[in-house]
Nanobody, 116 residues
């Protein structure tokens, strides 16, 4: 079965950095894009980043462009989201996501809290 397990969240001051990890299993990691989403309290889940299977193309939401960087580690079957210059508005639960065999798969999420 497909599993996505996020880690790396925490509490950080504004201007600080974190690196989130998404460990994948149960599918051919090389062949599928992986996305990062986030959901702040009282808000809808929004897309943050998406990295293609080959890492050739990467998408970033305008709100994080220039601050966040996604990357893949194929041997470890892990996708990372490096987050720099964090802002209080980045506070949210962050989820990784993939679509496999026509079904959406989500991790359990990791909390990121940025204090001002």
């Amino acid at each position: 079965e497909v599993q996505l397990v996020e880690s790396g969240g925490g509490l950080v001051q504004a201007g600080g950095s974190l690196r989130l990890s998404c460990a994948a299993s149960g599918f051919t990691f090389d062949d599928y894009a992986i996305g990062w989403f986030r959901q702040a309290p009282g808000k809808e889940r929004e897309g943050v980043s998406c990295i293609s299977s080959s890492e050739i193309s990467t998408y970033y939401a305008d709100s994080v462009k220039g601050r966040f960087t996604a990357s893949r580690d194929w041997p470890r079957m892990t996708v990372y989201l490096r987050m720099n210059d964090l802002k209080p508005e980045d506070t949210a639960v962050y989820y990784c996501y993939t679509r496999y065999w026509g079904r959406d798969w989500w991790g359990q999420g990791t909390q990121v809290t940025v204090s001002s």
